[in-house]
């Protein structure tokens, strides 16, 4: 399973970007997907969750500005992004999880950097 990530950039305050985060081989169909977030010498935060059962969780910073959905389709994961602050600059990595191998797969991250 590779993740490719997509959609980063320079955005000002208050702006939106979309992420997407494409899975491949396409006969591979998530169940549990989420992207995290970085900032240098921080640990991994956990932005939004997706389960395809249909719960969605998003974290608390991002609550009421991020949304996160599954393009079946097109197999993206992918994440809207609203009403962006300086403090969500970071950069943002896809995963999902097998839940046969319980293996967990993750994308190779892509820059947001959001300027007041």
């Known amino acids: 399973v590779q993740l490719q990530a997509s959609g980063g950039g320079l955005v000002q305050a208050g702006g939106s970007l979309r992420l997407s985060c494409a899975v491949s081989?396409?006969?591979?169909?998530?169940?549990?997907m989420a992207w995290y977030r970085q900032t240098p010498g921080n640990e991994r935060e956990l932005v939004a969750r997706?389960?395809?059962?249909?719960?969605?969780s998003v974290g608390d910073s991002p609550q009421g500005r991020f949304v996160i959905s599954f393009d079946n389709a097109k197999n993206t994961i992918d994440l809207q992004m609203y009403s962006l602050k300086p403090e969500d600059t970071a950069v943002y990595y896809c995963?999902?999880?097998?839940?046969?191998?319980?293996?967990?797969?993750w994308g190779q991250g892509t820059e947001v950097t959001v300027s007041s």
């Open positions: 081989p396409t006969i591979f169909k998530p169940k549990i």
């Open positions: 995963t999902v999880q097998d839940l046969k191998t319980l293996n967990q797969y």
């Open positions: 997706y389960l395809t059962t249909g719960s969605k």
